[in-house]
């Protein structure tokens, strides 16, 4: 547990996460493939664990939403921009929708576990686990990708 912070530990918890969830994994097989990602070993570990949640946390405007429901956000971006743009930034080929930030930034994942954030041409990297939740949700600075 003591992997988080509290506070992050606090969302977590009051999304629904525990030590030890698991959710279904098909639906996000399916809705990945069908819009064109790969589906690697980190964010099967990732979605089985985080999957579904929609997180409500203070930003520094006020309530911000962090969602890992990544049919719901592959619905709205597109595709190209993350298997195309962004993989050629970061110069990783295998990345993966995993989510939404605030309603306007795609959340995905390398091979390696590594989250990255994109909207338009911003490109941002949150780092990994317990980091990039740190960074997700506390406001913290993150590195930006030219």
């Avoid at 990732?46 to 203070?58: H, S």
């Avoid at 989250?115 to 338009?120: L, P």
């Avoid at 686990?129 to 740190?134: I, P, S």
């Amino acid at each position: 547990m003591d992997r988080f912070a509290p506070a992050i530990l606090e969302y977590l918890t009051k999304a629904g996460w525990q030590p030890g969830r698991k959710v279904w994994l098909a639906k996000y097989r399916v809705c990945l493939r069908v819009e064109g990602y790969p589906w690697f070993p980190a964010v099967a570990e990732f979605l089985e664990e985080f999957g579904d949640l929609w997180i409500t946390y203070e930003g520094r405007g006020g309530a911000s939403k962090l969602t890992f429901d990544a049919c719901y956000a592959t619905g709205r971006y597109d595709t190209r921009w993350v298997t195309g743009e962004y993989a050629s930034r970061i110069g990783r080929s295998q990345l993966c929708a995993i989510g939404e930030l605030s309603g306007h930034m795609l959340l995905f994942m390398d091979d390696t576990g590594q989250v990255y954030g994109g909207y338009d041409d911003i490109l941002v990297s949150f780092g990994s686990g317990a980091e990039a939740f740190e960074a997700l949700c506390s406001n913290l600075p993150v590195r930006e990708i030219p």
